[in-house]
């Protein structure tokens, strides 16, 4: 079983949708959870990370973390075609390892 | 945020041929950097932490002989891909965490995409 599951899509919005990315963990003992985005042929970039259960708020993004399910959600609200990435969602068990999940590709169309 | 700085960026080498990536944290100090390595359509897969001023730690499959690690500063980390071939070709990606920031973070250089002819 993988460490983190995440659904690869692709996922295709309308601009302005609001939009729900996911993922699950296998082991409670993770305690960092990040959403990195990744455009085209570059290296990712961090957007939100958090270490508690409930949820984190920056601008139209939202990270939510529910502990006890083993997932994690990334919102984003009036979603933008600058927006189109891979999103990778990231976990952390201890100071030295992150656990990527396999991308969700995004397309917001305009 | 912080800047890491890989380079090169693309990088074209013939079969048996070695090929050295740097990654360098720019603004801030690093005694850790990760080595991933990414296949299309596929995450991140964390080949080897790097320890400043120590042996890198390699992740089960990777072969140290063959990709070889020196973590000589607190600013720079280096990845050779020795011998290379074609099953080499792949995007590989550097990230370094701030000593003296939040533990949780860490910062991506930009990638360097190989390609074994």
């Known amino acids: 079983q993988k460490e983190v599951e995440q659904d690869p899509g692709p996922l295709s919005v309308p601009e302005g949708a609001i939009v729900s990315l996911n993922c699950t963990y296998s082991?409670?003992?993770?305690?960092?959870f990040m959403w990195y985005r990744q455009y085209s042929r570059k290296g990712p970039e961090l957007l939100m990370y958090t270490y508690s259960s409930g949820n984190k708020e920056d601008g139209r993004f939202t990270a939510q973390v529910d502990k006890s399910s083993k997932y994690i959600s990334l919102f984003i609200r009036d979603s933008q075609p600058s927006d189109s990435a891979t999103y990778l969602c990231?976990?952390?068990?201890?100071?030295?390892?992150?656990?990527f999940g396999s991308g969700t590709k995004l397309n917001v169309k305009p | 945020g912080a800047v890491v700085s890989q380079h090169p960026s693309r990088v074209i080498c013939k079969s048996g041929t070695s090929v050295k990536i740097e990654c360098r944290s720019l603004?801030?100090?690093?005694?850790?950097m990760f080595w991933y390595r990414q296949f299309p359509k596929q995450s991140l897969m964390l080949m080897a932490t790097s320890n400043e001023g120590s042996k890198a730690t390699y992740e089960q499959g990777v072969e140290k002989d063959k990709f070889l690690i020196n973590h000589a500063s607190l600013t720079l980390s280096t990845l050779t891909v020795t011998s290379a071939h074609p099953e080499d070709s792949s995007f590989y990606i550097c990230?370094?965490?701030?000593?003296?920031?939040?533990?949780?973070?860490?910062?991506f250089g930009q990638g360097t995409r190989l390609t074994v002819v």
């Open positions: 603004d801030f100090q690093a005694t850790t």
């Open positions: 082991n409670s003992a993770f305690q960092y």
């Open positions: 990230s370094a965490r701030d000593s003296g920031g939040s533990q949780t973070e860490a910062f």
């Open positions: 990231a976990i952390q068990k201890n100071f030295n390892k992150f656990y």
